[in-house]
């Protein structure tokens, strides 16, 4: 079997210090993609550049306290891959891929685009160059997941309040007929849909720190495994763990009948 743990740390330090360790440590997870690290090397303690029984990779943002990804893996991988080859986006820490004899894992952190005009046309940006790098990999006969805060809710039952934010980033057309392109044309299958594809409440994965998003689960689901169709086939179990919170994403566990 195996465990990919997908979370959005909005910060390393900060979810360290409410107990995210001892709780991967607990999950066993073979593969963890993390992001928002928010950090860069020389921030990192010794554990999270050498937590116990996994590997540790990171790909920090040129800007300090910003962005960055991560992955944790139990297996030392054949190749590691920081960056899509675009100066822009690589300066921000965005992906990170890790490969595993047939299998590939990608950590991905999508950029927000909700601050300004300016984050969104960012974000198209990234969408229109990372769509044919998502046909490569669908194309390439490996085992991919990319695994990561996508920051777009595809459907309606993605989100609590769907009609009201229509206009608004994370939702908007143009992002979700992305996201339905990506699926339809590109080859990807999204691992938590197929297993539960009317699941709305328990779907969630952020939670805005504004009101009472928490306390009354008005939340999104922004966090998605998206897998090439082999890989998406072993999938068996997912879930969003929420007893506990490590920053304002909930981490997304999937496990597939697949040799760790």
């Known amino acids: 079997m195996l465990r990919i743990i997908s979370l959005n740390f909005n910060g390393i330090r900060s979810a360290w210090n409410k107990g995210i360790y001892p709780w991967l440590q607990a ?6 993609c993390t992001q928002e690290l928010k950090a860069q090397p020389a921030d990192l303690s010794s ?28 297996q030392i991988p054949d190749h590691v ?14 992906y990170l891929r890790a490969d595993f004899g047939r299998l ?12 300004s005009p300016e984050r969104q046309d960012a974000k198209f940006r990234f969408m229109a160059r990372f769509y044919p790098i998502l046909c490569e990999l669908a194309a390439s006969g490996r085992d991919v997941g990319v695994c990561g805060d996508w920051n777009i809710a595809h459907q309606e ?21 992305w996201i339905g392109q990506v699926l339809a044309a590109g080859g990807w299958r999204d691992v938590y849909r197929q297993l539960y594809p009317a699941t709305t409440d328990d779907c969630y994965t952020w939670w805005s720190n504004r009101g009472q998003a928490w306390a009354k689960n008005v939340g999104w689901r922004l966090d998605y495994q998206l ?12 879930r969003v763990y929420k007893a506990q919170r490590f920053s304002d994403h909930a981490p997304l566990i999937i496990d597939y009948d697949y040799p760790a």
């Open 27 to 32: 999950e066993a997870p073979d593969i963890v």
């Open 47 to 74: 554990e999270m550049l050498n937590p116990g029984g996994w590997s540790a990779r990171y790909h920090t943002a040129v800007k300090k306290g910003y962005s960055g990804v991560g992955l944790w893996s139990r």
């Open 81 to 94: 891959q920081e960056g899509i080859g675009d100066a822009e986006f690589d300066a921000e820490g965005r």
């Open 104 to 115: 590939s894992v990608i950590s991905l952190y999508l950029p927000s685009g909700s601050s």
């Open 157 to 177: 039952i993605d989100l609590k309040n769907w009609k009201s934010n229509q206009k608004n980033s994370g939702f908007l057309p143009e992002e979700r007929a």
């Open 227 to 238: 897998a090439t169709p082999a890989l998406a086939a072993q999938a068996r179990q997912a």
